[in-house]
């Protein structure tokens, strides 16, 4: 998690804010977990995606 904090960070120019470190380490993390779920197969059909969706309005 350290390399992956560091690596976010260095990418990042050096006026970002408290903000926009975060967003970008939290948006780091859950594409890293959604790689690891699609390596392991958990995902699902672009209908399921879509009636998922459609479930939150």
């Known amino acids: 998690m350290k ?3 560091m690596e976010v ?3 990042l120019p050096d006026n970002a ?3 926009e470190i975060i967003c970008a380490i ?3 993390v859950k ?3 959604g790689l690891k ?3 392991k197969g958990n995902l699902l059909s672009e209908d399921e995606a ?3 969706i459609e479930s939150w309005l």
């Open 26 to 28: 939290y948006e780091r």
């Open 9 to 11: 960070t260095s990418s």
């Open 31 to 33: 594409i890293e977990q």
């Open 50 to 52: 879509l009636r998922e």
């Open 37 to 39: 779920d699609a390596q």
């Open 3 to 5: 390399e992956l904090v």
């Open 17 to 19: 804010t408290l903000e």
